[in-house]
């Protein structure tokens, strides 16, 4: 027994052993093959080369795995066989992904001198069938990258359970599997390369695309023989419309007395005809009016075109909400029809009758969406071509006016929808528009006065500059308090009952007179020797520090660094210290630490880091940033980036300033691939009583 233990574990350190086949490469160090049975960290590094390297390698690894499999045991082969092929079929796909030539980006093609109605309605075509191929090819890149997510997580997974396993025959097993799904995961990256850069080279198409019909509507050239052609065509397709919507009725007018199937299957083949017909309809007259422009007719009026193009784009607008419900209808209808066919005991010549008609209107709806495609490009054409060559100025304001007046007749029954109440009134879209714009109005006003009085104050030096301030603010605050008081008037709000309120609030007003005129006075104190200005950045005796934002009639309003708001009594800035960072000078020097690696050329380091702080929106251009090596520390070059900043040109606060300059200078170092060290240790351990080794 003790023999056959030997034996199999000879066998079983011969199969699984670490040592794989070397493979010699020219010019460089032998390359070990992986052993399924015991992959190393950095195996994938042997399949990770280009072209007939790659299959030289991988033809070496199949004969290595195969004779890995021979030696197993026949129920362990067995399932090894299905891995054999799955690696075989991953190194076939791999190899032929990395021979692919890459998607060739598009040249600019050559436009035409001219267009014709025709070229410039084909141009539309060509828009959206390549608009269909981005969609598609968008959609394709999204389902990779998640398929390429999905199989990363396999992997981890199998790695996770790969490693819990000592060499065995299930761990050989799981290694092939490891090899394939690697081997997919990198095939599904290089064909999600190849369909980024075939969907960027799609998108240059467009941009020339979009640059040829832009070129088209300055050269289309339109004559009185295609007026002839779509008058003649527009009176036919005027037949044809009439006509479906005559079919329409008259089905309506049947199915009152008699409803069945067919009837309904008839009804909805007539609605989707009658909107076929109307969409070309539409198409011809968005043309009609192309030509009618591009032959300077007077029988065409701007500012009437203007208001047909708002109807045809409610037509089309109505169309499409059609389309969705009439394609729903016509699927389910589909499917009914079909799961009724599977019966045997139904009328089969009826439903086939039924499904044939119900494929016609399939097909017509995808004649709508083609027309509808087409309406819209030429809806847009015709009033890009109004704007750019024959609108004047009166024109434009009209076209934005119906264009205002179009977006609130489609809206109109949303302004009047009720979305909250206060009290007993109902508050609208309209009502707080109305309120928003009487508020604007009255803060314009108020605005304008407080300007206006302190305006005023500049002009007469011997006025006192600290009650024109003053005034100005005691005027902004009355007239705007009146002013929000009108504006919850015109929206129905009753404030009746503020005026009692006011009153019992003014028995109190007393009792702090003495503190209010010590900081009104303190506060003029302020605004006349300037020490304090608005914009200033302050720090506080308390250590408060901000930027002050507001100097009133009894407080000073302070933002702090963590966009707290203060209100400092004006004594405070009398008679207590504070200190003003920006009283004459708004740029200062700060000093920025930071370490590099020993070894490290210190040259390209200050080179790096100079360019990279030059860029930073803070930095003063005038003074040039140096950087200065500031100590020897215990694992790094001790650095300090000395710059002039002016923090208050980009409203950046004065604490993450730092923060800033650090970002970048670790940015500058990671791209230059220089190391940022940090301390490590040494973890030795020792054991007095070590096992014995065996034999």
Same mark, same amino acid.
């Given at each position: 027994?003790?023999?056959?233990?030997?034996?199999?574990?000879?066998?079983?350190?011969? +199969? @699984?052993? #670490?040592?794989?086949?070397?493979?010699?490469?020219?010019?460089?160090?032998?390359?070990?093959?992986?052993?399924?049975?015991?992959?190393?960290?950095?195996?994938?590094?042997?399949?990770?080369?280009?072209?007939?390297? @790659?299959?030289?390698?991988?033809? &070496?690894?199949?004969?290595?795995?195969?004779?890995?499999?021979? &030696?197993?045991?026949?129920?362990?082969?067995?399932?090894?066989?299905?891995?054999?092929?799955?690696?075989?079929?991953?190194?076939?796909?791999?190899?032929?992904?990395?021979?692919?030539?890459?998607?060739?980006?598009?040249?600019?093609?050559?436009?035409?001198?001219?267009?014709?109605?025709?070229?410039?309605?084909?141009?539309?075509?060509?828009?959206?069938?390549?608009?269909?191929?981005? #969609?598609?090819?968008?959609?394709?890149?999204?389902?990779?990258?998640?398929?390429?997510?999905?199989?990363?997580?396999?992997?981890?997974?199998?790695?996770?359970?790969?490693?819990?396993?000592?060499?065995?025959?299930?761990?050989?097993?799981?290694?092939?599997?490891?090899?394939?799904?690697?081997?997919?995961?990198?095939?599904?990256?290089?064909?999600?390369?190849?369909?980024?850069?075939?969907?960027?080279?799609?998108?240059?198409?467009?941009?020339?695309?979009?640059?040829?019909?832009?070129?088209?509507?300055?050269?289309?050239?339109?004559?009185?023989? #295609?007026?002839?052609?779509?008058?003649?065509? +527009?009176?036919?397709?005027?037949?044809?419309?009439?006509?479906?919507?005559?079919?329409?009725?008259?089905?309506?007018?049947?199915?009152?007395?008699?409803?069945?199937?067919?009837?309904e299957q008839q009804l909805l083949n007539a609605f989707v005809q009658q909107n076929l017909e109307k969409i070309r309809l539409i198409d011809l007259q968005i043309?009609?009016?192309?030509?009618?422009?591009?032959?300077?007719?007077?029988?065409?009026?701007?500012? %009437?075109?203007?208001?047909?193009?708002?109807?045809?784009?409610?037509?089309?607008?109505?169309?499409?909400?059609? /389309?969705?419900?009439?394609?729903?209808?016509?699927?389910?209808?589909?499917?009914?029809?079909?799961?009724?066919?599977?019966?045997?005991?139904? #009328?089969?010549?009826?439903?086939?009758?039924?499904?044939?008609?119900?494929?016609?209107?399939?097909?017509?709806?995808?004649?709508? =969406?083609?027309?509808?495609?087409?309406?819209?490009?030429?809806?847009?054409?015709?009033?890009?071509?109004?704007?750019?060559?024959?609108? %004047?100025?009166?024109? &434009?304001?009209?076209?934005?006016?119906?264009?205002?007046?179009?977006?609130?007749?489609?809206?109109?029954?949303?302004?009047?929808?009720?979305?909250?109440?206060?009290?007993?009134?109902?508050?609208?879209?309209?009502?707080? *528009?109305?309120?928003?714009?009487?508020?604007?109005?009255?803060?314009?006003?108020?605005?304008?006065?407080?300007?206006?009085?302190?305006?005023?104050?500049?002009?007469?030096?011997?006025?006192?500059?600290?009650?024109?301030?003053?005034?100005?603010?005691?005027?902004?605050?009355?007239?705007?308090?009146?002013?929000?008081?009108?504006?919850? %008037?015109?929206?129905?709000?009753?404030?009746?009952?503020?005026?009692?309120?006011?009153?019992?609030?003014?028995?109190?007003?007393?009792?702090?007179?003495?503190?209010?005129?010590?900081?009104?006075?303190?506060?003029?104190?302020?605004?006349?020797?300037?020490?304090?200005?608005?914009?200033?950045?302050?720090?506080?005796?308390?250590?408060?520090?901000?930027?002050?934002?507001?100097?009133?009639?009894?407080?000073?309003?302070? &933002?702090? +660094?963590?966009?707290?708001?203060?209100?400092?009594?004006?004594?405070?800035?009398?008679?207590?210290?504070?200190?003003?960072?920006?009283?004459?000078?708004?740029?200062?020097?700060?000093?920025?630490?930071?370490?590099?690696?020993?070894?490290?050329?210190? =040259?390209?380091?200050?080179?790096?880091? *100079?360019?990279?702080?030059?860029?930073?929106?803070?930095?003063?251009?005038?003074?040039?940033?140096?950087?200065?090596?500031?100590?020897?520390?215990?694992?790094?070059?001790?650095?300090?980036?000395?710059?002039?900043?002016?923090?208050?040109?980009?409203?950046?606060?004065?604490?993450?300033?730092?923060?800033?300059?650090?970002?970048?200078?670790?940015?500058?170092?990671?791209?230059?691939?220089?190391?940022?060290?940090?301390?490590?240790?040494?973890?030795?351990?020792? /054991?007095?009583?070590?096992?014995?080794?065996?034999?």
């Amino acid at each position: 027994m003790k023999k056959l233990l030997l034996l199999f574990i000879l066998f079983q350190s011969h +199969l @699984f052993s #670490d040592t794989s086949p070397f493979i010699p490469e020219s010019g460089q160090e032998s390359v070990s093959i992986p052993n399924p049975a015991d992959l190393s960290s950095n195996w994938w590094s042997f399949f990770d080369v280009k072209g007939d390297a @790659f299959d030289k390698r991988a033809e &070496k690894a199949l004969a290595y795995f195969a004779q890995m499999q021979e &030696k197993l045991p026949s129920a362990s082969y067995q399932k090894s066989t299905y891995l054999m092929d799955k690696v075989q079929i991953a190194v076939n796909t791999l190899s032929n992904l990395k021979k692919a030539t890459p998607p060739i980006p598009p040249s600019k093609p050559a436009f035409q001198n001219t267009y014709n109605l025709a070229s410039f309605i084909a141009l539309g075509n060509t828009q959206k069938d390549l608009s269909e191929k981005i #969609d598609a090819l968008h959609t394709k890149v999204n389902l990779e990258s998640s398929k390429i997510k999905s199989e990363d997580i396999y992997l981890d997974t199998l790695k996770a359970e790969y490693m819990d396993l000592d060499p065995s025959d299930t761990r050989y097993l799981l290694g092939l599997e490891i090899i394939a799904t690697r081997m997919n995961i990198s095939s599904d990256q290089i064909r999600l390369k190849i369909q980024q850069a075939s969907l960027e080279n799609l998108k240059i198409e467009e941009e020339f695309l979009e640059e040829e019909i832009a070129h088209a509507r300055k050269v289309l050239v339109v004559s009185k023989e #295609d007026l002839t052609g779509i008058n003649s065509a +527009l009176y036919a397709q005027e037949s044809h419309s009439e006509a479906a919507q005559q079919e329409v009725l008259l089905i309506q007018s049947r199915m009152s007395t008699h409803r069945d199937r067919v009837t309904e299957q008839q009804l909805l083949n007539a609605f989707v005809q009658q909107n076929l017909e109307k969409i070309r309809l539409i198409d011809l007259q968005i043309q009609k009016n192309i030509v009618l422009l591009g032959l300077n007719s007077e029988d065409i009026s701007l500012s %009437t075109l203007y208001q047909q193009i708002d109807v045809w784009r409610m037509d089309i607008e109505k169309i499409q909400n059609e /389309q969705t419900i009439r394609r729903k209808t016509a699927r389910v209808e589909l499917e009914n029809t079909l799961e009724e066919l599977s019966q045997t005991s139904v #009328d089969t010549e009826m439903y086939q009758h039924i499904l044939t008609m119900n494929e016609t209107a399939l097909v017509q709806l995808q004649k709508i =969406e083609q027309e509808l495609y087409l309406s819209e490009f030429l809806l847009d054409q015709l009033k890009l071509l109004i704007s750019e060559h024959y609108a %004047t100025f009166k024109d &434009k304001i009209a076209q934005g006016w119906h264009s205002t007046i179009g977006f609130f007749k489609e809206n109109a029954s949303w302004f009047e929808k009720r979305l909250f109440k206060i009290g007993e009134t109902s508050i609208t879209p309209f009502a707080l *528009i109305k309120f928003l714009i009487t508020i604007i109005i009255i803060y314009l006003v108020s605005w304008l006065t407080r300007k206006g009085i302190i305006r005023l104050g500049s002009k007469h030096k011997k006025l006192n500059q600290a009650g024109i301030y003053t005034l100005s603010r005691l005027f902004f605050y009355i007239m705007m308090t009146v002013g929000v008081i009108i504006a919850f %008037t015109t929206i129905g709000i009753d404030f009746t009952a503020f005026a009692y309120i006011a009153g019992a609030l003014s028995v109190g007003i007393g009792f702090g007179l003495q503190s209010f005129f010590n900081n009104f006075i303190a506060g003029i104190i302020v605004l006349l020797e300037k020490n304090v200005r608005i914009g200033d950045f302050i720090g506080l005796e308390s250590g408060e520090l901000g930027t002050v934002k507001e100097i009133k009639v009894r407080t000073t309003l302070i &933002k702090t +660094l963590d966009n707290l708001e203060i209100l400092i009594p004006n004594s405070e800035l009398v008679m207590k210290k504070f200190t003003n960072w920006t009283l004459s000078e708004k740029i200062r020097r700060i000093r920025v630490p930071f370490g590099v690696a020993y070894g490290t050329d210190k =040259e390209k380091v200050s080179k790096i880091i *100079i360019e990279a702080a030059k860029k930073v929106p803070l930095t003063i251009e005038e003074k040039e940033p140096q950087v200065w090596l500031v100590k020897f520390g215990e694992s790094s070059l001790d650095f300090e980036l000395v710059v002039w900043v002016n923090e208050y040109t980009t409203g950046t606060r004065t604490r993450s300033t730092t923060a800033k300059y650090l970002w970048t200078i670790e940015t500058a170092l990671k791209e230059n691939n220089i190391v940022i060290p940090y301390p490590t240790r040494d973890v030795h351990l020792y /054991q007095k009583n070590e096992p014995s080794q065996l034999k």
